[in-house]
């Protein structure tokens, strides 16, 4: 079997382009979903697309595409990820999986090789989630999961709604655009763990992502004078949010369920004032959803009951939810074929974090390959995959599209 491999130079050119948009302090990036710098990275990736001679389209809720015909009028494999970053993200996560899937394209280009099924590569709108909540709307919109009057009304912190920014920057598209019937979806990413790292393996092969759920808590006590204010008679509404986050880590999370609190504002926020008010988010993951359900029915419990204790007043609310998924054996197959004719080493693996290819999953065939990540570190400036890791992912895209995309 000839293996043709990909265009190092080329692809590395490409991601230090793409590093240079929205580059932040300690070579990370700010590229928040339909942002100046989101337009900017959409721009060049269209304009990567069009010279490796793709038919660009965009839909309804922004997502990209660029498509490669095959010899027959066949479903297509489509490749992708997103290019949108966390406020304070890296220069790999999503982004890996568009410049690999556009460096896929431009080597079966060099080879002048035509695949039987048409090939697509695809940039998702605000997987991320970091400006528009909740997180993977583009994709989550064209799988049925969210409507378009949903996603639309979605606004962000300063009161920009999604359809607005969409329009602002120049990318809504038409809704026939959206992706239609594919034989088969591959979506490359860097890992976000330590896992393959710590077992010196180049690629991970994933059989599926874990279970989400998403809750917010405001409490409402009393605000008061920090001085004059006894301790007992104290309505403190931050002190009870910081005892069920103690206890959210201690008697919730486990070695099967991780628990996470990522957001947290108090009222009024400020140095001589008792908190009369805190709004906090908890991040409930697992492999086995009857697990996640009873740690968040155990969650809403603990938060209730301390709340009840300290006399403070409690709102719990579902803020997105997703369940644990199984990726198509099929592809995964395929993957795995295409690793042991490469020579790399791999293992299988679920995925901890929510990712795109999990709505996809819902209207089609789907898999991912994983890269290692540094350290484990995601979603910071110090996120890093060698390039060493990246070259070897690429040509595993590469030969797995080539087997998919024959009849």
């Given amino acids: ?33 339909l942002s100046d710098e989101d337009k900017e990275m959409r721009d060049v990736f269209k304009t990567w697309c069009e010279k490796a001679g793709l038919r660009v389209r965009v839909d309804d809720f ?21 290019l949108d970053t966390q406020p304070a993200g890296g220069r790999f996560d999503g982004v890996l999986g568009v410049l690999l899937a556009l460096e896929v394209i431009n080597t079966l280009n060099d080879h002048h090789i035509e695949t039987d099924r048409p090939v697509e590569i695809v940039n998702f709108t605000n997987e991320e989630g ?95 004078h920090a001085g004059p204010t006894p301790m007992h008679l104290r309505k403190d509404a931050l002190m009870a949010a910081a005892e069920i986050m103690h206890h959210l880590e201690k008697k919730v999370a486990n070695t099967e369920v991780t628990v996470t609190v990522g957001k947290i504002s108090a009222s009024p926020d400020s140095v001589n004032c008792v908190p009369g008010e805190v709004y906090f988010t908890v991040d409930i993951r697992s492999t086995d959803d009857s697990l996640r359900g009873e740690a968040v029915e155990e969650a809403r419990a603990l938060i209730r009951d301390i709340c009840h204790e300290r006399q403070v007043d409690v709102e719990t609310t579902d803020l997105w939810e997703t369940e644990k998924i199984d990726f198509d054996e099929g592809i995964i197959n395929a993957i795995e074929e295409s690793v042991e004719d490469l020579g790399y080493t791999s293992r299988k693996i679920v995925s901890g974090a929510g990712h795109d290819a999990k709505y996809i999953n819902n209207i089609g065939p789907t898999a991912m390959i994983f890269l290692p990540s540094v350290n484990g570190k995601s979603h910071v400036p110090s996120e890093l995959t060698l390039d060493e890791d990246i070259i070897s992912g690429a040509n595993v895209l590469y030969q797995t599209t080539l087997a998919l995309a024959e009849e």
Avoid: C
Wanted: aromatic fraction near 8%.
């Fill in 130 to 224: 970091a400006r528009f909540e909740p997180p993977m709307l583009g994709s989550g919109g064209i799988a049925g999961v969210f409507d378009q009057e949903y996603v639309y009304s979605r606004t962000d912190r300063d009161g920009h709604s999604f359809q607005e920014e969409l329009q602002r920057i120049g990318y809504k598209g038409e809704k026939e655009n959206r992706l239609g019937d594919f034989h088969s979806f591959v979506e490359l990413h860097i890992e976000q763990g330590p896992v393959l790292e710590e077992e010196n393996k180049q690629i991970g092969i994933v059989g599926g992502v874990q279970g989400i759920s998403w809750l917010e808590v405001t409490i409402t006590g009393e605000a008061d």
């Fill in 62 to 82: 922004g997502n990209m595409y660029g498509r490669r015909e095959g010899k027959k009028a066949l479903p297509p494999v489509v490749l992708g990820s997103h």
């Fill in 1 to 33: 079997m000839t293996l043709n491999h990909i265009n190092e130079e080329r692809l590395f050119r490409n991601l230090s382009k793409s590093s240079a948009i929205g580059a932040i302090p300690g070579k990370g990036l700010r590229r928040l979903a």
